[in-house]
C-alpha cells in the first residue's frame, strides 16, 4: 500500500511552522487537541493525532496503524528493521533482541557497570566544581550504557554518541537536508562494521549482550537485521534516556522543596522519572499507516494515510492529567506515553529507568554536593523552552549547565 501524502477528505488543514514547533511545540498541541484532533500539517506531510484516548486506541490497533509506514525516515536512514515491521517479522526480531534489556537481566548483568561508569565519570569532574552535565555526564554515562549492553565492546562511548547523533538527524530530517544524509550514511557504514566484529565475536562466545542474544536466537537472524536493529537501538538508547536526566534534575533543581522532598525519599526517584518522561516525552511523535479505511477523532482516514501518534500531547492532554502543563511528581498515577504502547512499547524502558532513576540522578545529588543551577540558567519551564530546551520529533535540554562546592 503506497502511502498517501495529502489530507484525507474532511481532514481539518492545519499549518504549523516547524521552527515554532522545535521551540515549543506544546501550544500548538493544546490548540489541536481543542480544534482539530486529528489534522493534517502539510509540513509535516502527515496527520497528527494529539488526543491521549484516540493515541491509545491506535496502538491497540496495529493490524489498522502499520509500523510499515513506507518512504519513513528511518527506514531511509538504517533499513528495514524492528521498530518499522509488523507482526509476525516484528516478534521474530523483538525476541531476539530484547533478553538482555529485561529488569533482572538489567540488575544482574548491567547494573554494577553501570554504576562504575557513572562514578569515573563524576571522578573526572567532582574537583572542577562546574559543568554540564548533559556533555560531561549524561551523554557519555548512557553511550558507554548501551556499548555495553549492545555488546559492542570497540565501540567508544564517543563513536556511540557520535552515531546516535547522525542516526537521529536522519530520522527527523524532515527538511531533506543532504549534509544529514550524507553524515547518516557514514555513521551506518561506521557501525555495521562494528556489528560484524561484534557478532563475529559473540559467535564464539555469548557475553550476553543485544548483539548475542540475536546471534544465538531460536530463529534465524541475518547479520543484515542484527545491523539494522543495533543503529535503530543507537539511534534511540542515548538521546531518550540523556533527555530524561537533563530535564529531570533541571525540573527539580528549579524546584528546591520538591527536589528535598525527593532526597528524603529515595523511593520516589522512580516517580520522578515517570513524571519527567510524561511532561517532556524525549520522543515526541512517531508515524504510522493505515492498512484500511479506518474512522478516527471523526475523520474517515483511506487506507495508505499517514498518521503520527503525538505522544508528547497525549502526555499533556487535560482530560487524563489534571493540570497536564506542570511538572507533579505527587500527581496520582496514570499510564503515560512516553515509551509508547502497543507490541513497540520501548525494548530500552528498564535500561533506561535503572540508568538514570537508580543511578545518575541519585549520584549527581549525593556526590556533587551543593549542586545548583549556575548563574543564568534558572529560568522559566518557557524560557527554557525559548532557549535550552529544543525540538518537537526528539526534545530535551542541549545544556545544563551546573555548580558545586569542588571537592
Ligand atoms: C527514556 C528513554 C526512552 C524513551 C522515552 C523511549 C521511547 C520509545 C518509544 C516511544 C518507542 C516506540 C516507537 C514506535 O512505536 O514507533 C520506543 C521503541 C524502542 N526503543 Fe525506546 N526509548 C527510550 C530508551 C531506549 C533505550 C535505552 C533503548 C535501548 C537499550 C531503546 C530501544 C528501543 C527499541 C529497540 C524500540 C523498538 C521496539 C519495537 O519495535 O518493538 N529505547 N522507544
Not at 371 to 393: I, K, P, Y
Request: overall charge negative.
Amino acid at each position: 500500500m503506497s502511502p498517501l501524502t495529502t489530507a484525507a477528505p474532511g481532514a481539518p488543514v492545519v499549518d504549523l511552522d516547524l521552527a515554532d514547533l522545535r521551540r515549543d511545540p506544546y501550544p500548538a498541541y493544546t490548540e489541536l487537541r481543542r480544534t482539530a484532533p486529528l489534522a493534517w500539517v502539510p509540513s509535516v506531510g502527515r496527520h497528527l493525532l494529539t488526543r491521549y484516548e484516540d493515541i491509545v486506541h491506535a496502538e491497540k490497533l496495529p493490524e489498522v496503524f502499520s509500523s510499515r509506514e513506507e518512504g519513513s525516515l528511518l527506514l531511509r536512514t538504517v533499513g528495514p528493521n524492528m521498530l518499522r515491521e509488523d507482526e509476525p517479522n516484528h516478534r521474530r526480531l523483538r525476541s531476539a533482541a530484547e533478553p538482555p534489556t529485561r529488569p533482572r537481566q538489567v540488575r544482574d548483568l548491567w547494573a554494577a557497570s553501570f554504576e562504575r561508569t557513572a562514578h569515573e565519570l563524576l571522578d573526572r569532574i567532582a574537583g572542577r566544581g562546574g559543568a554540564d552535565l548533559i556533555a560531561d555526564f549524561a551523554e557519555p554515562l548512557v553511550a558507554a550504557n548501551l556499548a555495553l549492553v549492545l555488546g559492542l565492546r570497540t565501540a567508544s562511548a564517543e563513536d556511540i554518541a557520535d552515531w546516535s547523533r547522525a542516526m537521529m538527524a536522519g530520522n527527523s530530517n524532515y527538511a531533506d537536508d543532504p549534509d544529514v544524509w550524507l553524515r547518516a550514511e557514514r555513521a551506518t557504514r561506521a557501525i555495521e562494521g562494528a556489528v560484524a566484529e561484534a557478532a563475529e565475536a559473540a559467535r564464539r562466545e555469548p557475553d550476553g549482550s543485544v548483539i548475542s542474544s540475536m546471534v544465538h536466537a531460536d530463529g534465524p537472524v541475518e547479520l543484515a537485521e542484527i545491523q539494522n536493529n543495533v543503529k535503530v537501538i543507537i539511534g534511540g538508547g542515548v538521546n531518550e534516556p540523556r533527555d530524561v536526566f537533563g530535564v529531570g534534575a533541571w525540573a527539580l533543581l528549579n524546584r528546591p522543596g520538591v527536589l528535598d522532598r525527593v532526597l528524603a525519599d529515595p523511593a520516589s526517584w522512580k516517580r520522578v522519572f515517570e513524571e519527567t518522561a510524561r511532561w517532556v516525552s524525549p520522543i515526541g511523535m512517531y508515524p504510522r499507516q493505515l492498512t484500511q479505511e479506518y474512522e478516527i477523532a471523526g475523520v474517515t482516514l483511506p487506507a495508505g494515510s499517514r498518521v503520527a501518534l503525538v505522544i508528547a500531547s497525549g502526555n499533556r492532554d487535560d482530560s487524563v492529567f489534571e493540570r497536564a502543563d506542570e511538572f507533579d511528581v505527587d500527581r496520582p498515577h496514570r499510564p503515560h506515553l512516553a515509551f509508547g504502547g502497543g507490541p513497540h512499547f520501548c525494548m530500552g524502558a528498564w535500561v533506561a529507568r535503572h540508568e538514570v532513576s537508580a543511578i545518575a540522578w541519585p549520584l549527581i545529588f549525593s556526590r556533587l554536593k551543593g549542586l545548583r543551577l549556575a548563574e543564568g540558567a534558572t529560568a522559566s519551564d518557557s524560557d527554557s523552552a525559548a532557549g535550552r530546551m529544543d525540538g518537537w520529533v526528539f526534545r530535551g535540554l542541549t545544556s545544563l549547565n551546573v555548580t558545586w562546592q569542588a571537592a
